[in-house]
């Protein structure tokens, strides 16, 4: 018996052309479903239109199925063309039926299916038998293709679906499956570039295993933490524990499953970087002939950070980096200075080591000062500090991290002013965000002119003249004053003496006699001079809190020396502010008979009535201006003078109309007439004028009228001008002219 089966001129079978039946050997009736020819000698019925059942026939089908399978196992050239030639399960017919089934059971182990193998390998493939041969799912041709280089048995893509493989029981591998069996395979990196390439448009989630050829000879399996090197990557990270991909492996796929490039700020900021630098100190005494010693770990990480164009404080853990100072001994770079920096010129010698001068010609101050070693003044962030004294005691050896607020000169002491300046809580309040400037303490006495001009610069400056906020525990808020601005107001750092308490020269004639004068050269930035307790001007002083108490203080101390208009000026400021700011003194300063002396608050009078004044002989009063002079009495309360000195009119007087280029002149508010009298007495006192408590003016003089007049309508200043027009009406125009420019 024969099959006989038509090919194309490659040698790939098609189908024959002539009709689907049984040639036995002449065609019959029998249909046949199998895509092949068959040309046997079968025993057939009578009517020899089919073939006649039997033992006969069953023999003659076992070595049809047997000849079939030599068939497709002697193909040559092996093609995947020859699935075709699989038979289906479902017969047409009880022969066809039968010659399926016994073909079905030959075919998966005879060898005819077409290997994956790659192109210039063709003439070298074997067949493969279907029970040991795998379609992979999920991948493209060239994924396939490049796969069969290290697993054979895998059968070229687009037959995932024919299901002439799953009748023969062909395996089914996913592609993530496929991935995990090569793990452990040795390739050279180019061959794993090859197949990043062939895997572009997989979905991300099946490629997490992926294996990825490291520099420095081992493999890795999944991209995540690998880091993909350029031309300027140091040879040496892997020393340090980085997986560093292989450069001829480094493919654009890596990055999309997580891999980094290998910038100089990505790998600086690996946790194994980290880890050296901090443990940077012990480098010399671990012995590891395989790890960085610290003078390599220096030359690496200062590298990265020169390349990274770090600025200081941008990874402050840097500052543990171990570098050599000026007698060869390792030292933590943020306790190291910087030769020749601006910072070093200010600070008293000996108090910081410098760094190494060979290291610091060799790569100068950006990335030494990016590590921390200092050049400048340096800020100390934290948040949520607990203000607890005992939790924020200063740091003394060991290196600290650049937000350790103990790094701080007293901190703990300005802990413990900040919590008097606070009500008392049940748990200690919290300062959201603590800004300051360390090492303070280690300034040359000599130098602190050029110390605070550093130190009102930004963004130094925030950290003096911005205030804390501190959270209470019933959610409330309150502002204190910062640290630097603290620490600064108690030493002797401005013309050698301490700020607080010291006046700028130049500054509000005000305050003269009450603050000393200071030289405040390179500070004309009066938010600076406020934050370090220097007083500038009057409203300043009264605008920060405990300034009303402070200048009542000042005010009340007879050592100091302060005028009458002086005075005056000072108590209308005063009486601007809320009472419930002000803490009541025990003695103010008042104008006894012309002397400006200090007495007791309890004798003292507000100076209301200008009438009144001849009658308050020995009496300590406390001038102000007339509009304010109810606000001073209430906020210091003190009498007023109208209060407190009887003056009943007791001399009669003649009723006079007022002129009315008079009322012109003072508004609707002057009195319409008033009562001129040739001898004035109130109280036993002969006086120019009195106005009574009812708004009855008295007057002896002219003088007396103008200045009641003036008073009666609010308008003291007018006092001379009513003079004028009283002893002359015709100056009406002149004045009138006059008062164009007031």
């Not at 031309?231 to 980085?242: N, S, Y």
């Not at 292989?246 to 690996?270: F, I, K, Q, S, Y």
């Not at 000393?516 to 409203?539: I, S, Y």
């Not at 007396?704 to 003079?723: D, K, N």
């Amino acid at each position: 018996m024969s099959w006989a089966v038509p090919v194309d001129t490659d040698g790939a079978p098609v189908r024959p052309a002539t009709a689907p039946v049984v040639h036995a050997p002449t065609p019959t009736d029998e249909p046949l479903g199998i895509p092949a020819l068959l040309i046997a000698t079968l025993p057939l019925d009578t009517a020899r239109r089919h073939p006649a059942p039997g033992p006969l026939t069953d023999f003659l089908v076992e070595r049809a199925a047997d000849a079939y399978a030599e068939l497709l196992g002697a193909w040559d050239p092996v093609t995947t063309a020859l699935v075709d030639l699989v038979p289906g399960p479902l017969g047409q017919g009880p022969l066809d039926g039968a010659l399926r089934a016994a073909v079905l059971r030959r075919l998966p182990r005879t060898a005819f299916l077409a290997p994956a193998a790659p192109a210039e390998h063709a003439e070298e493939r074997s067949a493969l038998r279907p029970f040991e041969a795998e379609v992979v799912e999920g991948a493209g041709a060239d994924t396939v293709r490049v796969l069969a280089e290290v697993l054979p048995t895998l059968l070229p893509a687009g037959l995932e679906r024919r299901p002439e493989l799953r009748t023969l029981g062909v395996g089914r591998l996913p592609l993530g499956d496929a991935i995990e069996r090569i793990a452990g395979i040795e390739r050279t990196p180019e061959w794993w570039h090859r197949l990043y390439d062939t895997l572009a448009g997989v979905d991300p989630d099946r490629l997490s295993g992926l294996p990825v050829p490291l520099a420095d000879g081992r493999t890795t399996i999944g991209p995540r933490h690998v880091l993909l090197p350029d031309a300027d990557t140091p040879k040496d990270l892997a020393r340090m524990g980085l997986k560093v991909a292989h450069p001829d492996a480094a493919h654009p796929l890596l990055e999309r499953l997580g891999a980094l490039p290998a910038t100089p700020r990505a790998v600086l900021t690996t946790p194994q970087v980290r880890a050296a630098v901090a443990a940077s100190l012990d480098a010399g005494e671990i012995w590891d002939e395989d790890a960085l010693d610290a003078d390599e770990l220096a030359e690496v990480v200062l590298g990265l950070v020169r390349d990274a164009d770090l600025a200081p404080g941008d990874e402050p853990w840097l500052g543990a980096l171990a570098l050599p100072d000026e007698d060869g001994e390792l030292t933590p770079a943020g306790e190291l200075l910087l030769p020749g920096s601006p910072l070093a010129s200010v600070i008293r010698e000996d108090e910081v080591p410098y760094v190494d001068g060979e290291l610091a010609d060799k790569w100068g101050a950006q990335p030494l000062t990016a590590c921390g070693v200092l050049a400048a003044f340096q800020l100390v962030r934290a948040t949520d500090v607990v203000l607890d004294p005992d939790e924020l005691e200063p740091r003394d050896g060991d290196f600290a991290e650049p937000d350790d607020a103990g790094l701080l000169d007293a901190v703990d002491v300005w802990c413990e002013d900040v919590l008097d300046q606070l009500p008392d809580t049940p748990l200690p309040p919290v300062a959201t965000e603590l800004v300051a400037v360390r090492d303070l303490d280690l300034v040359d006495d000599d130098c602190w002119p050029q110390a605070l001009a550093m130190l009102a610069q930004p963004p130094l400056r925030d950290a003096l003249t911005q205030p804390v906020r501190v959270l209470l525990p019933d959610g409330t808020t309150q502002s204190v004053r910062p640290y630097t601005a603290w620490w600064l107001r108690d030493h002797p750092v401005l013309d050698g003496r301490r700020p607080a308490g010291l006046r700028a020269a130049g500054g509000d004639p005000l305050l003269a006699g009450l603050y000393t004068p200071a030289d405040a050269t390179g500070f004309e930035d009066e938010q600076v001079l406020r934050a370090l307790g220097v007083r500038t001007t009057v409203p300043a002083l009264l605008d920060e809190p405990g300034g009303a108490a402070e200048l009542l203080g000042r005010l009340a101390d007879p050592d100091r020396e302060v005028s009458d208009r002086q005075l005056h000026a000072l108590y209308g400021a005063l009486a601007e502010l809320d009472p419930e700011q002000v803490t009541l003194p025990d003695e103010l300063r008042a104008v006894v008979d012309g002397e400006v002396v200090v007495v007791d608050a309890a004798e003292a009078v507000i100076a209301d009535a200008p009438d009144l004044l001849p009658l308050a002989e020995g009496l300590p009063l406390l001038p102000v201006a007339p509009a304010r002079a109810a606000d001073l009495a209430e906020l210091l309360q003190v009498r007023r003078l109208s209060e407190t000195v009887p003056a009943e009119v007791t001399t009669p007087g003649e009723e006079h109309g007022v002129p009315e280029s008079v009322r012109i002149l003072l508004g609707p508010s002057t009195p319409a007439t008033y009562l001129e009298h040739e001898e004035l007495i109130a109280g036993g006192v002969e006086l120019d004028w009195r106005r009574t408590p009812d708004g009855t003016l008295h007057a002896a003089t002219l003088e007396g009228v103008a200045a009641g007049l003036a008073w009666s309508a609010a308008q003291w200043p007018r006092r001379f001008e009513v003079a004028a027009l009283l002893e002359d009406p015709s100056r009406t125009p002149e004045l009138a002219r006059d008062r164009w420019f007031d």
